[in-house]
């Protein structure tokens, strides 16, 4: 896809954007700190009620709140969870009867992780039961969970509902097999179905309640896939899977399955398939990016639209004259520049909660009445967000020095020319399978309200491309991926989009390691970088920090990084501090268990025996990312003072 396409594409999409800001208004601070109050909401099987993440005021405490959906303004029950604790699944097994499954917020950069604990509620917040973990002190059978030693996870749901799910299962104490399990959420029975002697799959069950597929990578970081045949399970063969398989639903017709597929590495397409990968038919693809989004229909579920996975978001429909299309497409009409997704359907499919999001809009939820169109706004993510104030974010692609075509984002400030503006590089984490999107992104649109364009490349080894360009950056993070973000600033400088003298880097997780590694590897490029929450020496990932904790952990670390004392020392930036040729801010949470606090204390202590100039900000009983809103606050403000000091001050 061409630069020229790319950019073509967009302006007919912006075309039905409302006007933005004709000035940069400068927003406060609070406003980019502040947490969503409520999120990740599920409708109930008859369309009724709605249950949702909710967020206290202090941000530290959870809970999961249900709602009538005619009445919003409070909550019916609420089942707060400890400290830090929140609900990482949501999910209705009846009517009045949820099953969550319970996660920590370590920090603000990942994810909530999994504790691989299982609770069961009415919708009255009675009859609360505790269905698997180790850490059982209530319910019907307390006694006997503590022996539930591992992880449990929600794996499906029979339909229609009927108050069970699938639970799969992985052992703390032996590795070597997953189980799957057929739980009675109100009885707190469970019945075994499933039971594969490989450790870390997951799995997919069929209409009939029978599991027919195990997936996932196992202990070797070997991405497997096996199917249940008339004598157990087999595994199947490269040349049926392709470059990676993952099977998502079954038909309607219970013989056919759906599923992302890609034939040798290249973007994941959707198919639908025999169940032993014979009469594979291809419903959506692109060629540069995976498809990303599925519009599902109401049951029996059939994908009806896609996106891809990268640029904008733009909608391709299968069958443009099914209902859910023409839906699709009348609401699509009604929220210019915008995307609607359908999240979940009523069991009759008489009832619709959808969302509503764009680059400048964090997003909307909303329910429909299908039967009379009658259309309810529920809830805002952030109220306080006012989109007409937020900046445009936009797709475009660039090649790289050895001729590889990336895609990047662009956030730029309202009220000014596309020209000499100052900017700040914003590599993502991970690095691997993680990806910026077009989407609502709180950094870029804080530094873009105070005058700075915002570039994110998605360098090597980013998601949304297939497996072989997610590969690409295994080995390589120090040096490909590197070269990959400093191609894309020599790219916006060579457009006359950036300011070449007035350019820092801030990146957090991985991008903090970006952060230093960039100006190691580009000196003179930028004027200042900013390390957040940052790795910052490889071979501590083997010694310290949660990833390194099991064999799964271990063996990522040597596929994507690599066990050469040398090439990791060479591709660490505390060992080659004497090489930072610009100020640095660094800033850590002490508490930090993903990227832990001694990697911040080995880049100072490394800046120190350098003699480099470095500014700091650490905070006690954080994680991964600060997530105490006062704390982020002070960061931000920390940041834009640093910012300005090293670049001056935003457009």
């Not at 830090?84 to 990942?110: C, H, P």
Request: glycine share 10%; aromatic share 10%; proline share 6%.
């Amino acid at each position: 896809m061409s630069h020229r396409f790319v950019r073509t594409a967009l302006s007919a999409f912006c075309l039905l954007l409302p006007a933005a800001a004709a000035a940069t208004d400068l927003i406060p601070v609070e406003d980019f700190a502040r947490h969503a109050l409520l999120s990740m909401p599920t409708l109930s099987p008859d369309g009724k009620h709605l249950a949702v993440n909710m967020n206290a005021i202090d941000g530290d405490s959870h809970m999961l709140a249900v709602y009538d959906v005619g009445d919003m303004s409070r909550p019916i029950s609420m089942l707060r969870l400890p400290r830090y604790e929140l609900a990482t699944g949501i999910t209705w097994v009846s009517n009045t009867r949820l099953v969550v499954e319970k996660g920590k917020q370590f920090g603000s950069i990942d994810k909530p992780k999994s504790t691989g604990e299982i609770l069961a509620t009415d919708i009255d917040g009675k009859h609360q039961d505790y269905l698997y973990g180790f850490e059982s002190t209530f319910g019907t059978r307390a006694a006997t969970r503590g022996t539930d030693r591992g992880w449990g996870f929600v794996d499906g749901l029979p339909t229609p509902a009927n108050g069970h799910f699938y639970m799969a299962t992985q052992s703390w104490d032996n590795n070597d097999y997953s189980t799957l399990y057929d739980v009675d959420a109100t009885a707190n029975t469970r019945k075994l179905i499933g039971k594969i002697g490989v450790g870390g799959l997951g799995f997919m069950v069929g209409a009939a309640g029978r599991a027919i597929y195990a997936y996932g990578r196992n202990e070797q970081w070997d991405y497997v896939v096996y199917r249940q045949g008339p004598h157990g399970w087999v595994q199947l063969s490269p040349a049926t899977i392709g470059g990676s398989f993952t099977p998502l639903f079954p038909a309607p017709d219970g013989k056919r399955v759906y599923a992302k597929y890609d034939a040798g590495g290249g973007p994941l397409s959707l198919v639908e398939q025999d169940e032993d990968g014979g009469n594979r038919k291809t419903l959506a693809s692109d060629a540069f990016s995976d498809i990303g989004n599925i519009q599902w229909t109401a049951l029996p579920y059939r994908p009806f639209a896609t996106t891809p996975a990268t640029g904008l978001p733009m909608v391709s429909y299968i069958d443009p004259t099914s209902p859910e299309a023409k839906l699709h497409q009348a609401l699509s009409l009604k929220f210019p520049g915008k995307l609607v997704d359908f999240i979940n359907y009523s069991e009759d499919g008489g009832k619709l909660l959808f969302s509503v999001r764009s680059d400048r809009d964090p997003g909307t939820y909303f329910l429909i009445d299908t039967h009379v169109y009658k259309v309810t706004r529920l809830f805002d993510v952030a109220p306080w967000i006012d989109p007409a104030k937020m900046a445009e974010r936009r797709p475009l692609h660039f090649r790289t020095d050895d001729g590889v075509e990336l895609d990047a984002i662009l956030t730029i400030p309202n009220g000014v020319s596309l020209h000499d503006l100052p900017m700040v590089l914003l590599p993502h984490g991970g690095p691997v399978g993680v990806q910026d999107d077009w989407f609502y992104d709180n950094d870029a649109q804080f530094l873009a309200n105070r005058g700075y364009l915002v570039l994110q490349v998605n360098y090597r080894s980013s998601g949304g491309r297939g497996a072989d360009f997610r590969e690409a950056g295994y080995l390589k993070w120090g040096t490909r991926i590197q070269q990959d973000l400093i191609d894309g600033v020599k790219w916006a400088i060579a457009e006359n989009y950036a300011d070449p003298q007035r350019i820092c880097v801030y990146g957090g997780s991985f991008g903090g390691y970006s952060a230093m590694m960039t100006t190691i590897r580009a000196p003179g490029m930028f004027k200042c970088a900013v390390g957040y929450a940052g790795i910052y020496d490889l071979a501590m990932m083997y010694k310290k920090g949660d990833i390194k904790s099991d064999e799964s952990g271990r063996n990522y670390l040597n596929t994507v990084i690599g066990k050469d004392d040398a090439d990791l020392a060479a591709n660490s930036p505390d060992k080659l501090a004497d090489r930072i040729d610009v100020p640095v801010l660094l800033i850590h949470g002490e508490d930090d268990q993903r990227a832990p606090f001694a990697q911040a204390k080995a880049m100072r202590a490394a800046l120190d025996a350098a003699h480099k100039p470095y500014e700091w900000l650490s905070k006690p009983g954080e994680g991964h990312g600060f997530y105490d809103e006062k704390n982020n606050i002070e960061f931000y403000n920390r940041l834009q003072a640093f910012l300005e000091k090293h670049i001056g001050k935003g457009a």
